[in-house]
């Protein structure tokens, strides 16, 4: 899977703020190269991903999310960390992300030439010059200091396949109830033991509603959860939605380098 979606990032370690602002740590190491084996995916799960990537590939659409995710202590302990999104979309080169969770708020805006994070409770902000594509900016700033977007494959320039990467096998469990709406339950498996669920709308947007990640090759078989909710595709942003304005007494720190310490993540190891 891809950024392991950025999903893959579901699980990565992250602190979205942490005392050298905004730096984030990788904490898993990598999976292994996924199976040379023709995958085996339904037709049914294949054309749900399908009708998924479209509704997402829109010009412009917000949601909101709510994530639950693991990282480790300084003794290796797993803890669990929330978090609430409020994600804006502009494609092919805007994006805003209002974050809130256990370890602070964060405000995240690319305007198609520069990412800023900023801390509202610190006044403090970083920003670094990107690619114009929001794929190529997420990938530029995990590269550069270790920005870890967890909803990562849905925003890609093809979301199917971004869920699909590295994967051998998937198919549609059975359709469920979630907020009094039919769901479509998936399950996805990536070797050695990344399982992925995902539950899509069953209408003709077939849009998430929730995602589960489980690793079962790591000793605890951590997890991530993210439920989605708050789908608009009649937003109408605009420029200025994107584009950060230093509010009064905030200042622009140093930007800080990913930590050399940590293990890059093979293709598919993040989610």
Known sequence: MSSAASIGSGISSVRLLSAALLSFTVMFPAFGASSTAKPTISAEASAAL???AQSLLSKQ?????????VYADVD???LHIGHTMKVLIRRPDRMRVDIDGDDGATQVLYDGKTLTLFSPARKEYVSLPVPDTIEKMIKEAEKRVGFDFPLEDFLSQT???SLLSGVTEGKIVN????DAAPVQHLTLFQPPGLELEVWLTKD????PKRLFITYRSIPGQPNFIATFSDWNFSVTP????????????AKQVELKPAAASAPAPAKGAKR
């Open 204 to 207: 003709n947007k077939s849009l």
């Open 175 to 178: 359709d469920v109830t979630i």
């Open 238 to 249: 605009t420029d200025a939605d994107f584009t950060f304005q230093p509010p009064e007494g």
């Open 76 to 78: 290796g302990r797993f």
């Open 50 to 52: 399908t009708q998924m």
């Open 61 to 69: 659409f917000s949601f909101q999310a709510r994530t639950m995710r």
């Open 159 to 161: 979301p199917d396949q």
